[in-house]
């Protein structure tokens, strides 16, 4: 009766907010600071490098998680909508002549002439 477009699914809609905050600025801006703070304390030595990696490595999934999760959807869908949507053809076609060119970096440069001597000193 009250139902509207955006009432419809009032939890779901929430969801979707959090995921988009955690999953857009906010969470590039956090990977940064992150990464800045490993960076830093890995170069004071207080950190180990292990410890750094893992750090980079979870700020490379979090942000990679939305690719991650459509290649794994990718890999349950039906043959025909996957190898559909992924075939892509270009025509080849065949090079045009290329021009040679006259340089070649193996031949050694003109030699300068020298000064002719005129009889008078300087």
Do not use: H, K
């Amino acid at each position: 009766m009250f139902e509207t477009t955006a009432n419809a699914q009032p939890i779901a809609a929430a969801m979707g907010w959090i995921v988009d905050v955690l999953l857009g600025e906010v969470a590039a801006t956090l990977c940064v600071i992150a990464i800045a703070f490993v960076g830093y304390s890995m170069l004071t030595g207080r950190l180990a490098i292990r410890r750094g990696a893992q750090v980079v490595l979870g700020c490379f999934v979090l942000l990679g998680a939305p690719a991650i999760a459509a290649g794994m959807v990718g890999l349950w869908e039906p043959e025909g909508r996957a190898a559909r949507s992924a075939v892509v053809v270009y025509e080849a076609r065949p090079r045009g002549e290329l021009v040679p060119s006259g340089y070649s970096p193996y031949l050694a440069p003109e030699p300068v002439p020298a000064p002719q001597e005129t009889g008078t000193p300087p």
